[in-house]
């Protein structure tokens, strides 16, 4: 009896450590949304200043003489607002890039979330489409809060010592119609090529915008199957996994220098 008694112990002992484990110590980050997109490009956003003067550009004009001023001219049609945003942007280090998995851990669900912020890449837009993206991600920098998983992610799973990057280059330029402005947000379709381990595929999926003066902001997800890039099943031991997960990321641009 003693025995017996000793094992429900045990069981409930290993039980409880693994619940502690996925709802406190493993607590992962909730899925990217819009609120972090807008979170991402307001976390970047700075006055513009003149830099001859040090004044914001958020003082009001300078009052003007009527009687200095001469007769009034002829009315000129104001600027496209998008075509100030034409040109290249790169990603800012208050993008995130990287990927979430639905666990089962000795029977208790859980989700792998790995990120990173190391971007590298190019936007480039031209009027209300984006034209050209492409996104370059080390492998080796998509981190976890567990440093095994790590391990495992950019060596079994990834073998980023032979595959270093994962990339993502648009193939047809994507038409958001507007330039989101004073936080508002636009929804439009991105389609381009995504190669992750050395396997290229073509992909579909929705992308949100916001934009500032100076930065814009992008979110996405894009669902994977493992087996269509050359990853086997990530199962190990007691952990096991679906044969599926997502790509997720917000990345904030700003413009090329």
């Given amino acids: 009896m003693w025995g017996a008694i000793g094992v429900v112990a045990l069981v409930a002992l290993v039980y409880g450590g693994i619940l502690f ?44 003489d009527p009687a200095t001023t001469g007769p009034a001219t ?43 912020s190391d971007i590298e890449g190019l936007l480039t837009i031209d009027g209300t489409t984006a034209t050209a993206v492409e996104i370059e991600v080390q492998v080796a920098d998509i981190t976890s809060d567990d440093s095994r998983r790590d391990g495992r992610f950019s060596g079994a799973i990834m073998n980023s010592s032979e595959f270093p990057t994962a990339t993502f280059i648009l193939t047809e330029p994507i038409e958001f119609g507007v330039i989101p402005t004073d936080g508002e947000q636009v929804v439009a379709t991105a389609t381009g090529d995504l190669t992750l381990r050395g396997q290229t595929n073509a992909v579909t999926f929705d992308v949100t915008a916001e934009a500032t003066a100076d930065r814009i902001g992008v979110l996405g997800s894009i669902p994977v199957l493992f087996s269509d890039y050359g990853i086997d099943n990530p199962s190990f031991g007691a952990v096991k996994t679906e044969d599926n997960g997502l790509v997720e990321f917000v990345l904030v641009f700003e413009r090329d220098a």
């Fill in 21 to 64: 484990y996925v709802n406190v110590i493993n607590d992962s980050p909730d899925k990217l949304d819009e609120s972090d997109l807008s979170a991402a490009v307001a976390a970047t956003t700075l006055p513009t200043t003149d830099p001859t003067t040090g004044s914001s550009d958020t003082e009001p004009p300078a009052a003007t």
């Fill in 74 to 116: 002829t009315d000129v049609p104001a600027a496209d607002p998008a075509a100030g945003f034409d040109g290249d942007w790169s990603p800012t280090n208050s993008s995130e890039f990287g990927y979430r998995v639905e666990e089962v851990l000795a029977g208790v669900n859980t989700t792998a979330v790995g990120r990173s």
